[in-house]
Every structure is written in structure tokens, then in C-alpha cells.
């Protein structure tokens, strides 16, 4: 039966060239030749009687055979490591390695602060993270290059588990001696006076940025257009101007007073959340919920997501409460 000699190697070359589209890339990430990454697709294909991939000019895109086998083996491939990995919890504290996958501002600062943090108590416990573009974090989670992903999020993804969501306002970032860092929210008539950062168009707070000065028949000119937040944040920093982010990308430079934020107060600005994506239908490793749950208390630790203004009435009704 064909279903016997589906074997370990071929399915797991196979997947490879699934998920990286291209037989040199499959071939580099398992560190094999690419003639023998092509041999086992091609007995693959034998087996089945089928074609699995559509060879195109930019590379193989899965057919629709192709497809139902990718989905099978890599359920397989991930049960594995979830076998594997609970095996190792038997031994002892919390052990094993988590895959977060994140837009690049969560990147910077909240992240590695969350795995530090985590790490105090299970220091045991070992983590990839990558940062990508909006866009491609739920693929990386289809994939299953990633146990975790971290954005924001506008629309749902078919084949994802949203194990979290928040809404996501977008806040205009200063230094505290800038001529708005006395305003608690902004709108973008007053911030457009003012040298502005702004993250690349593919991203989520770009385009409702981008929508709301359209709405407004505003035309901002920025002074420099960069993919990486911590860019943005150090034009900031050095007196360049202004630039836009969420609230939790620049949560500790705020809890640090480098930074002031203002809420921009415009109709759609709060048309996206931050979304904690896994694989629908996966049984996850313990390590991977253990961190999850972790996640996501620190993205609503008390007053997390409020914006500063409302944290700050917030802790002076506390104070006037305990007197």
C-alpha cells in the first residue's frame, strides 16, 4: 500500500520544499545535497501518481496534491516535537525551545524583556525569535516555522488560532521636550506641522495612518521611511521629530520617560489589535502554553492596555483611594 512507504525522509524533504518553495533552499536548510532533496520529491510523486509541485519561473508552489500532503506531513512533523518536547517536561522543571515569530516592533523591546523575565523562573527553557513583516507572521505559524506569533492584525487568517486579542490604538511618539508632550492625544492637523518617521507601507499602523490623512486630506512628507522600528525610534531619540507606533512596542522606553505618546484622536485609528496567532487544530507543547499564558498576562499586565493618559488618572484615583 502506498500508505506504508510513505517514509520519514521523503516527507520531511518534501514539507521542506513546501515551505521554502525551492529545492536549494530546502536542500541548505537540511544540509543535504539539492539532487537528493529532488530523488525524494520525485519518488514521492512516483508513489502517488501525481505531480505535488507547479514548477514556475520564481520556484514550486505545492499543487493541490501537493497541498493535502503538506498538510499531513506537517502534522506529523509538529506532533513529534510536541511528543518530544512533553517528554522532556517528565524530566524535570520546564525545559524545551519556543518559536516566536513577531513584527519587528514587538521585537525590539517587549519580547525579549517577556523571555528574560520567563527565563527567571525556567531557565531551562531555550527561544528562537524572528522578525518579519506583518504580513508574513501568520504564514510563518501556516508554515510551522513558528509556534507563536506576535502582530497586528486587521482581518482574520484562515487555519490560525487568535489565543489572544486587544485593541491596538496608534500613538504619536516624541521626546518629552517636544513641543506636543504636553498633549495626552493629538490629532494629525497638530502633528502635521512636525518632521515625521513612518514605518514601510506594508505595515498595519502605516495604513491606518495612511487612511486617516486621506479621511482628513492631509499630505504628510516624511523624512525618512524605514521597516525597522528601532530606526524610527532613534530619529525620535535624537530630535529628528515625530514617528507612530502602538502603544506596547514602546511601553518600557515610556516607563523609562524617554519617550512621550499621545493617542492620536482620529475616527479608525483603533481598526486593528494586537493578536497572539497559533496553529489552528495543533496540540501545543507544554513549554509553548506555559509561555502563551505568560504572553499573554504580560500584554495586559495591570494597565498594559490602556493608553498613558488613562494609566496615569487611573494611578492618581489608586492613590487618592489608599489615603
Given at each position: 500500500m502506498p500508505s506504508r512507504r510513505l517514509q520519514e525522509t521523503s516527507l520531511r524533504y518534501f514539507l521542506e520544499v513546501a515551505r521554502s518553495g525551492s529545492l536549494t533552499e530546502a536542500a541548505a536548510r537540511l544540509s543535504v545535497s539539492i539532487s537528493a532533496v529532488s530523488r525524494q520529491v520525485a519518488a514521492l510523486e512516483t508513489l502517488l501518481g501525481v505531480p505535488l509541485f507547479e514548477r514556475r519561473p520564481r520556484g514550486m508552489v505545492p499543487?493541490?496534491?501537493?497541498?493535502?500532503?503538506a498538510a499531513h506531513a506537517l502534522r506529523g512533523a509538529l506532533e513529534a516535537e510536541r511528543v518530544l518536547s512533553d517528554i522532556q517536561a517528565l524530566q524535570?522543571?520546564?525545559r524545551g525551545r519556543v518559536r516566536i515569530v513577531s513584527s519587528s516592533g514587538f521585537a525590539s523591546e517587549f519580547l525579549p524583556r517577556a523571555i528574560a523575565t520567563f527565563r527567571v523562573q525556567y531557565p531551562g527553557v531555550q527561544f528562537l525569535l524572528h522578525a518579519v513583516g506583518p504580513t508574513q507572521v501568520s504564514d510563518a505559524v501556516l508554515l510551522g516555522d513558528a509556534d507563536i506569533g506576535l502582530t497586528y492584525s486587521r482581518a482574520a487568517v484562515r487555519g490560525i488560532r487568535v489565543e489572544h486579542r486587544q485593541p491596538a490604538s496608534v500613538f504619536a511618539i516624541m521626546r518629552p521636550d517636544h513641543a506636543l508632550a504636553g498633549s495626552r492625544s493629538v490629532t494629525l492637523a497638530q502633528m502635521h506641522p512636525f518632521p515625521i518617521a513612518l514605518s514601510s507601507a506594508d505595515n498595519t499602523v502605516r495604513q491606518l495612518f495612511d487612511v486617516g490623512c486621506s479621511n482628513r486630506g492631509l499630505v504628510f512628507e516624511p523624512v525618512l521611511v524605514s521597516n525597522r522600528f528601532e530606526a524610527l525610534a532613534n530619529f525620535v531619540l535624537n530630535g529628528g521629530?515625530?514617528?507612530i507606533a502602538g502603544e506596547i512596542?514602546?511601553?518600557?522606553?515610556?516607563r523609562r520617560g524617554e519617550l512621550h505618546a499621545a493617542e492620536i484622536r482620529e475616527p479608525g485609528m483603533r481598526g486593528r489589535a494586537v493578536e497572539l496567532h497559533t496553529l489552528a487544530d495543533r496540540t501545543l507543547p507544554e513549554v509553548v502554553r506555559s509561555f502563551l499564558a505568560f504572553l499573554r498576562a504580560q500584554l495586559t499586565e495591570a494597565g498594559g492596555a490602556r493608553p498613558p493618559a488613562k494609566r496615569a488618572r487611573a494611578a492618581r484615583r489608586g492613590r487618592?483611594?489608599?489615603?
Open positions: 499543487s493541490a496534491a501537493g497541498e493535502l500532503l524535570g522543571p520546564l521629530g515625530l514617528a512596542t514602546v511601553r518600557e522606553r515610556l487618592r483611594r489608599s489615603g
